[in-house]
């Protein structure tokens, strides 16, 4: 099994990665890179749903909170995104994602910024036409407020992790369908939640669940 896929059953993501797509060369060395060091990258069936939104939206902007050594970050390129502006408060994962991409010929295209993306954020006006959430879960909600009015109509904003990752898998579904409270001990499942309620609650967005990687919340700002 590869990392990324175990949302689905298994049948079922050997069916997705049978249909692919396949990794780059130096995104294969990115995801032998992440198995070493057991770093939860995005997987590639996700990032192929990466490579779609910049390919559907044209994206000219792409904004990620949490980029680690940019292998979400390659896939948006791969989607023709004209700047990706990668965040990233390990400076040694930042710099290794900087070689990764100076390798694949993509650094002309990123902006490399070290440091709390939620302060980084706030240095940027946008617009972005897509943003990637995939840093502390805690302050998913955060992020969403920190880009919603810099991001551009018809623009998308997905979180990673959802359905999968440090969250509470039936904790997450039990407050989703019957409202039950929230973990107070627990950020992890209260900030996927929070998460969830605060971009469902906008009437300015559509969102869905697509339960491919560790399950991407996406969400289009209609209005
Ligand atoms: C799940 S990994 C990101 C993986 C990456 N998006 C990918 O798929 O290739 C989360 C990363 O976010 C970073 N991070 C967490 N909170 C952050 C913050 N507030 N600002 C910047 N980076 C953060 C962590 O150091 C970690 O490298």
């Not at 939206?57 to 990668?86: K, Q």
């Not at 010929?105 to 006006?125: K, Q």
């Not at 499942?189 to 009437?203: C, N």
Request: proline share 4%.
């Amino acid at each position: 099994m590869i990392d990324g896929d175990q949302t689905l059953g298994d049948d079922l993501a050997r069916f997705v990665r049978a249909v692919g797509p396949e990794h780059t060369p130096v995104q294969a060395e990115m995801a032998a890179f992440a198995a070493e060091q057991e770093f939860p990258n995005i997987g590639p069936d996700a990032g192929a749903v990466l490579r779609l939104l910049a390919r559907l939206v044209d994206a000219e902007t792409v904004f990620e909170f949490g980029s680690g050594f940019g292998y979400s970050a390659s896939w948006f390129l791969r989607g023709g995104a004209g700047r990706v502006i990668l965040t990233e408060f390990d400076g040694d994962e930042l710099e290794r994602g900087r070689e990764f991409l100076s390798d694949a010929g993509l650094t002309t295209r990123c902006v490399f910024e070290e440091g709390d993306a939620m302060e980084i954020v706030d240095r940027y006006g946008g617009p972005f036409d897509v943003v990637l959430i995939d840093h502390q879960k805690s302050r998913y909600a955060d992020a969403f407020e920190a880009v919603r009015a810099k991001l551009s109509p018809g623009g998308v904003i997905v979180a990673d992790n959802v359905t999968r990752g440090p969250a509470d898998f039936d904790a997450t579904l039990a407050h989703l369908e019957d409202d039950a409270a929230l973990p107070a001990d627990d950020p992890q499942t209260t900030g996927i939640s929070t998460y969830l309620d605060t971009v469902r609650a906008d009437e300015s967005f559509e969102s869905l669940l697509l339960p491919v990687g560790s399950g991407l919340c996406v969400s289009t700002k209609v209005e």
